[in-house]
């Protein structure tokens, strides 16, 4: 799918031939969350468009204080789309951020901080062109219950395809029986796959909003599912998990369901990932490919893969950035936690997958998921692999072909393959001493920023908090 304008004669023609109402203006926050605003298209004229719309940034969690809180959104006119879900005709574009006191983008939006990532690797005079695939998983739910207070912590979620309804009343309408099971959703054919009509209306709409869609699946777990859609350079990338999560969200929404990326909803069954497809490129060629090597992989390919995992505390911190990413990273779940590489082999943390020709020959990390900030997760993907090549190389445990989640954690130190950190506290901790190569997209301050605010927001108030199990494994101690 091309896109839908290039300049703004053209959008003003693009909402012209669509009698476009409304213009909403998206920006991302640092948990990856997408904002908008909207204005009448008759109070947005090309002044606007060029210079930037303004707003409060103060509002926003952890950036600016309340004294320094104007700021600018900067559109960028051709991420222009039309919204398939608002009943007046609404185009949406993408926006950075502009930070008016230093005039420049602001160091805190994580859009501007990818294009520091590319603008980096480019003037490393590495390559030209970075591509990233992501692939991310979710799951369709019919309820979700939440209680968080002082004396009761629970939550439930409820599927017509989940094993706990076996037994379930739905009334003149029947139990009807047919459930993927646990760990049985990869993928079996109507009626067990009861999704297949909404993940279709997904697709469709994805390719409304310019995202070329390749294929749509059942996923391993009960109520999980998957869309693949065709690879784009970094920054349209992460454009595009913006759209495919708003628009997954709101499909499943439209039809009384609820859709969730978060990486370990359920107990005992598989999570939510966000393998990423990587590679760069120079003048037309693919750097990482290099025939007649191990799955034809150039050693560009392999320094790449080592700063990755050189740096794995750090990146992680930002690829999977929640206490609940660690549930799924878990042994026995096709959890891609250890940090070797394989052809073809989904138990590595980086899958070389199968294609003999240049063009599509590439890295596949499995270990991130989609509580994520695209744009931050890719920079520090793209960033630890560029530290990687400026290196020559760092030491890389591999190719490992056997299927590395038959072996027992001795094992593995004994083989001394690493893993990924234990913890998101673990990931953090890690990043507070080791940052110094992410220096070309983000400076000590916002490290230290990020650090704490993922501290307050996510790793404290979860330790604190006691769960059902604790209360089995020691209330009666």
Same mark, same amino acid.
Request: glycine share 6%; with cysteine.
């Given at each position: 799918?091309?896109k ?9 023609a693009f909402c012209?031939? /669509? @009698?476009v109402?409304f213009?909403d203006?998206?920006?991302?926050? !640092?948990?990856?969350?997408?904002h908008h ?7 947005v004229?090309?002044a606007?468009?060029?210079?930037g719309?303004?707003?409060d940034?103060?509002?926003i ?6 004294n320094?809180s104007?700021?600018l959104l ?6 222009a789309?039309l ?6 005709s609404?185009? !949406? ?5 502009y ?5 420049e983008?602001?160091?805190k939006?994580p859009?501007s901080?990818?294009?520091?990532a590319?603008k980096?690797l480019e ?5 030209d ?5 992501p692939?991310n998983e979710f799951f369709?739910?019919?309820d ?7 004396n @009761?912590?629970?939550f439930?979620?409820?599927s017509?395809?989940?094993h706990?309804a076996?037994?379930a009343?739905?009334g003149?309408y ?7 099971r646990?760990?049985?959703g990869?993928?079996p054919v109507m009626?067990t796959?009861s999704?297949v ?6 697709m469709?709409v994805?390719? @409304?909003?310019?995202i ?7 996923e ?5 599912a998957e869309?693949?859609?065709v690879?784009?350079? !970094? ?6 998990v913006?759209?495919?999560k708003?628009v997954v969200?709101?499909v ?6 609820t859709?969730?990326f978060m990486?370990?909803?359920?107990y005992?069954?598989n ?5 990423v497809?990587?590679s760069?490129w120079?003048?037309g ?5 290099k025939?007649?090597?191990y799955a034809?992989l150039?050693?560009?390919?392999l320094d790449y893969l080592?700063?990755i995992?050189?740096?794995k505390e750090?990146?992680?911190a930002?690829t999977?950035p929640?206490? /609940?990413?660690?549930k799924?990273l ?5 959890a891609?936690?250890i940090l070797?590489y394989?052809?073809q082999n ?7 997958p199968?294609?003999?020709g240049?063009k599509?020959t590439?890295?596949e990390?499995?270990?991130p998921?989609s509580?994520?900030c695209?744009?931050?997760a890719f920079s520090?993907l793209?960033i ?7 290196a020559?190389?760092?030491?890389l445990?591999?190719p490992v072909n056997?299927?590395l989640?038959?072996?027992t954690?001795d094992e593995l130190?004994e ?6 950190? /234990? ?10 001493k080791?940052?110094?190569?992410l220096?070309? !997209?983000m ?5 230290k920023e990020y650090?704490?605010y ?6 404290i108030p ?9 209360y089995?494994?020691?209330y009666?101690?």
């Amino acid at each position: 799918m091309g896109k839908f304008v290039n300049n703004l004669t053209e959008f003003n023609a693009f909402c012209d031939e /669509n @009698e476009v109402e409304f213009i909403d203006f998206r920006f991302t926050d !640092i948990k990856g969350a997408w904002h908008h605003i909207s204005y009448r298209r008759s109070a947005v004229d090309d002044a606007m468009l060029e210079n930037g719309v303004p707003f409060d940034g103060s509002s926003i969690e952890n950036w600016q204080p309340i004294n320094q809180s104007d700021m600018l959104l900067k559109p960028d006119v051709p991420t222009a789309f039309l919204d398939p879900f608002t009943a007046d005709s609404t185009v !949406i574009v993408i926006c950075d951020v502009y930070d008016i006191y230093k005039n420049e983008l602001y160091a805190k939006c994580p859009r501007s901080i990818a294009k520091k990532a590319l603008k980096a690797l480019e003037e490393a005079g590495v390559a030209d062109a970075a591509y990233f695939g992501p692939e991310n998983e979710f799951f369709i739910f019919d309820d979700v219950k939440i209680t968080d207070a002082d004396n @009761e912590q629970s939550f439930k979620v409820e599927s017509d395809e989940g094993h706990w309804a076996d037994a379930a009343d739905y009334g003149e309408y029947g139990n009807m029986g047919h459930r993927p099971r646990i760990k049985g959703g990869y993928f079996p054919v109507m009626p067990t796959d009861s999704t297949v009509d909404l993940r279709a209306e997904m697709m469709q709409v994805l390719e @409304e909003v310019g995202i070329e869609v390749v294929l749509g699946h059942h996923e391993v777990a009960q109520a999980q599912a998957e869309i693949g859609v065709v690879f784009s350079d !970094i920054i349209t990338a992460a454009d595009n998990v913006q759209k495919y999560k708003y628009v997954v969200k709101m499909v499943a929404h439209l039809n009384g369901k609820t859709a969730t990326f978060m990486p370990k909803p359920i107990y005992n069954d598989n999570g939510n990932g966000m393998h990423v497809h990587q590679s760069l490129w120079k003048d037309g060629k693919n750097l990482f490919y290099k025939e007649g090597e191990y799955a034809n992989l150039s050693k560009t390919a392999l320094d790449y893969l080592s700063g990755i995992f050189k740096h794995k505390e750090a990146v992680a911190a930002f690829t999977n950035p929640s206490t /609940n990413s660690y549930k799924r990273l878990l042994p026995g779940f096709e959890a891609p936690r250890i940090l070797t590489y394989s052809s073809q082999n989904r138990s590595a943390a980086c899958r070389i997958p199968y294609g003999a020709g240049e063009k599509s020959t590439r890295i596949e990390t499995r270990f991130p998921d989609s509580s994520s900030c695209p744009y931050l997760a890719f920079s520090a993907l793209m960033i630890a692999g560029l530290d990687g090549i400026k290196a020559g190389g760092y030491e890389l445990v591999g190719p490992v072909n056997e299927d590395l989640f038959e072996l027992t954690r001795d094992e593995l130190r004994e083989r001394k393959i690493p893993e990924l950190p /234990n913890s998101f506290r673990e990931a953090l901790e890690g990043l507070e001493k080791d940052h110094e190569f992410l220096a070309p !997209i983000m400076d000590s301050d916002y490290i230290k920023e990020y650090v704490d605010y993922m501290f307050e927001r996510h790793v404290i108030p979860v330790e604190g908090r006691p769960t059902a199990y604790e209360y089995i494994s020691t209330y009666s101690c």
